[in-house]
């Protein structure tokens, strides 16, 4: 693995240790495959903790989804702290929220119905989320049962009635209540009643809004997304909520751009599927765009927003909602993020694929790959220690990557539309003919006439045997199939064993719909020097439609010259002696006696 | 605050708490939406596995209270192919939460996946009544009544989708609805509005292609053929397309090179291995054009249409036993097509079976209803028997349809060699001078033909001839018709040739060309078109 130094003079050490993949745009500083990361591109960040001018990543670790949730910060290469977290993060941000010097940003974990804020990696404010208004019909059952004037049982009955009907949901203390065991709901209700009611909802994502001043360092404020499909704008120093929105749906990704005080502009994808745009001045959306998927990630470069989807797309909007572009992807979308390099004067957008690959996309156009040693589930461009054109990603098996942009590296934004498929230069594969086949075409053209009369002529022939044969095998009932409509039956013949006894089963079915067939008996022909059978002659039960009876019976084979010979079969219906069916078995060469 | 929230987290059983004696202070619940955010972020990433375990322990900690757990269980389940489940886990969810107009329509749009359409449209109804205004649900419900077989309903569920909101899948659906009662030009109309909305869809704009096509209209055709192929080199349909309408310009090596493409992406399609084979035949390589055939025929033995090019092919090569093989099975497979018994017809007079050559030239007049050629080759047949006064009969009989095709202004560009073949018989017959050749000569090119033909050809070659020139003119008209399955290409930059400008014209100069080359080597010919 190799080391990475924060300072981007190193580069040239770089250089020689990559050297295989000169030709890549981007320089592999650091991989951990086994970093332990479980994290998503809203929770991680770049910021400069501590005011000495270099870059920090800071990561929500989701841990193993349930517990040992961390957060942490890199350095360089190495991990810097780690404090845990008590709940999932949802979201994690870093923003500048108070003038004071020396300028240090602080982190906002939003996590639960809470937001964590730190500073200097310290625990500096909880900030809870305001309860929702609750069911003021729970409340008064509450209270009743509080004074003691319903017992356990009435209040799930109440509560139950409340929740198939009401307008607003149960809190989640009712619904907890309703799932226990009748035994365990007075103490839950002695536990619990002397609280107030609270309905509670959780963030289900977070950005930051400039206040006043589009500095880079500006003070920003929070803005969060709730699951009840409210955002709320907070006050970076009081934490009061300076605004609030609401959304038909649950928002799930969020992209905030302006000031606060003077316009600004939140682009909302949600769980329904639509893409909602919010501005100052409205609580309700002022547009919305209708995906045909659900949006997997949402970045906004320039004026413009870029969505990934889950049908494998990716499609660019502008602020209006007004559709510009549509790109096919080879693969499904994990995760975007934006590439800019404000210095070049370069935007891109970064997606990440499940294919282990993460395409950099201009506008519709795809300039440059890179392949992944896993599905990359989180990815952030930015500045990272002091060098500008970091790129960091973590993987879907828990790892770390971070490449540098080369300085020398140069997206050509070549149209991908242009030029014919590759696949018109490749030669048909038209199958070759041989000489014979040639010559065989002379033959024909010169002997046309007499190859038709030929062929008429023996296909002529050929329909005569065949039909002359067919008359025969009715005829003398050859056929393993029964003509008669009266005993429509079917035979076939086994043998098995090495020799010189034999075993030869003969399977019956009667074909017909519904009708039983009686009075049938079935008899051998054959060679008395070369064969003997015990039964040569027996009748055969009542056939019922449709079932195979097996009918076995022992040949011996008498002879040990290796010959073997024919033994016919018969059906017969008593009283007639035109058989029914006949079969012809052929014996095999007995090899036990030839053995001998 | 770390106190605080350090009990948030305790998802511990009420009832351990329980057991201390008089707790201060009683522990705040766990939300029960409070993993929503991360079963939707695993789901709309299609990371399932991870989904449903965090699905299973939200389900168990809220011991299935979880709404959305369940929903996106649900969806999962479904996408696995377990419909039925999923059905009854939306239909819980609905229960849970019966407001949700969500709810309903997945459980509407799953009834619809089982098949039960007419529940499907129930569910649907009534979660329209939760929701006026939603595309999907007006979409859906459009979709369904297409099964149920009421495309009134369907097609004003759609077109209040489409007022809703626009979406190209609806689009497609009324579009449909339209094709599947038969009225092609409404469909065009959905169509076009369609590729208005959405320019850059390349199915809208093949599909529109494919039907400027039926209705005979190529330019237009061509031109969204050619939209489509811009924004997608590889669109296969589109390529068949427009490689068909290229050939029947006589623009072989422009469409081979977009068979090269189609044959990369797809190279086992009978259409395909078809259409390369009588781009062969055009460019008169017909030993290619044989194998190409073949491996089309392998790949579908019983596509009447490629048994019909290879009985043409052959008759060309003179290899009439084997001409008579593939055109018989044709025949078996299409009993009904004149043009099949004709081209019998010739073969069986090649192999000096006169007496069936006429049961099928009978049998090729009976079924034909516009076509000259026909009867011009039946004529033919007879002046070369010796029967002239049939043979005068099945002229005028051409000479009839003819006139009615030039009267419904369907079609006045006839074959050059047709005309040619036919004013040479008219001399023989000594009959038609006056009729339409002369109304024809209105056309500059019939006139350039009637001077080139020679003045009377001897009946001997006649018949002969006849059978060739016929073969040619079926070749071209056979693709040109059969390609409705496939179709043609417009790259414009690639296409620079006037095919685009005029199809009349240039086209027919082609073929001239390459007809009257062939027509030499075995002696020059007389030519009929299936135009």
Redesign the interface.
Known sequence: MLCMSSTGDSGGFFLCSCSSVASSKWLDAHYDPVANLYT?SSCIALSDLHGDGENKLVVGD?GT??CNMKLKVYRGTGLLSESTL???P?GLVSFPMDLHEPRTPAIAVAS???I?VYKNLR?Y??FTLPSLEANPLEQDVWSQAKEDMIDPMTLKEMLEGLR?KAEIPLS??S??F???EPQ?ME??V???K??PIRR???I??IGTLKKNMADEDAVSCLVIGT?NGDVYILDPEAFTILYKMSLPS?P?LMDVTGQFDVEFRITVAC??GNIYILRRDSPKPKYCI?L?S???ALVRMGKNVVVGC?HETLHGYTQKGKKL??AYLPA????MALMDLPTRGFQAVLVGL?NCEVHVYRDKNLVSTIKTPDVV?SICFGRYGREDGTLIMTT?GGGLIVKILKRTAVFDDRDS?SG??I???????????TKL??DQ?LR??EN??A???A?QMDLSRLRLAAARAYVKALESSLTPMSASLTEPLKMNAVVQGLGPSFKLTLNIQNTAACRPVMNLAISFLYDENLYSMRTAFFKIPLLVPGLNYPIDTFVECLSDKGISDIIKVFVLREGKSAPLLTAHINMPVSEGIALN | ??D???K??VQLP??T??KKPR?KK?PD??????????I??HY????YE?CK??IK?QLHE??G?CEYAVYVQALIMRLEGKIQQSLELFQSCAILN?KSS?NLKQVARSLFLLGKHKAAIEVYNEAARLNQKD?EISHNLGVCYIYTKDFKSAEEQLNLALQL?K???TYMMLGKIHLLQGDTEKAIDVYKSAVEFSP?NTELLTTLGLLYMQLGKYQKAFEHLGNSL??D??NFKAILAAGSMMQTHGDYDVA??????A???V?ESPPLWNN?GMC?FGKKKY??A???L??ANYLSPFDWKILYNLGLVHLT??????A?HFLSAAINLRPRMSELYMLLAVTLT????ADNGRRSHEQAVLLDESNPLVNLNFAVFLYNQGDKKAALLQFQEMERKVNAQVENNSNTDFDPELVEMAQKLGTALQAGENLYWSKLGKDSKTSQRSSSSKPSSSQQPLGTNQALGQAMSSAAGYSKSMQITSEPEADVS?APSPPTVTPGEPEDEDEETAEPAKLKEKKSKPRAAAE
């Open positions: 998503f989701l989804g349930v008590l709940d999932l949802t639960g119905p809470f964590y625990p404010f909880k198939d989640v203390r619904l907890r309703l799932m226990l365990e103490n839950f002695l536990l619990h002397e609280q509670q909802t959780v289900t994502c699951e649950t799930t769980r329904n209708e045909s659900h949006p997997v889950t572009w549509t499904p979308v994990t995760t499940a589930t879907k539309a014919p498929p696949a018109q230069s490749i030669r048909l594969n038209v199958p070759k003919k086949y040639v075409t024909e053209r046309a006439v190859m038709h009369r062929f | 605050m770390a605080d929230a350090m948030t987290d009420v009832a708490d329980l707790p009683a619940l766990p939300i029960l939406e409070r993993r929503n955010w991360l939707h972020l709309i990433r299609k990371d991870t375990a965090i322990e809220t011991q209270m019966p969500d595309w909101h979406h190209d899948l850059e811009t924004y080199p590889n081979m090179n977009k068979y090269r493409v044959a990369y992406s190279p390369i062969f030993v290619a044989i194998s190409c073949k491996r090569m003179q290899q009439y036993a084997s008579f090649n192999l000096d079976d690639s």
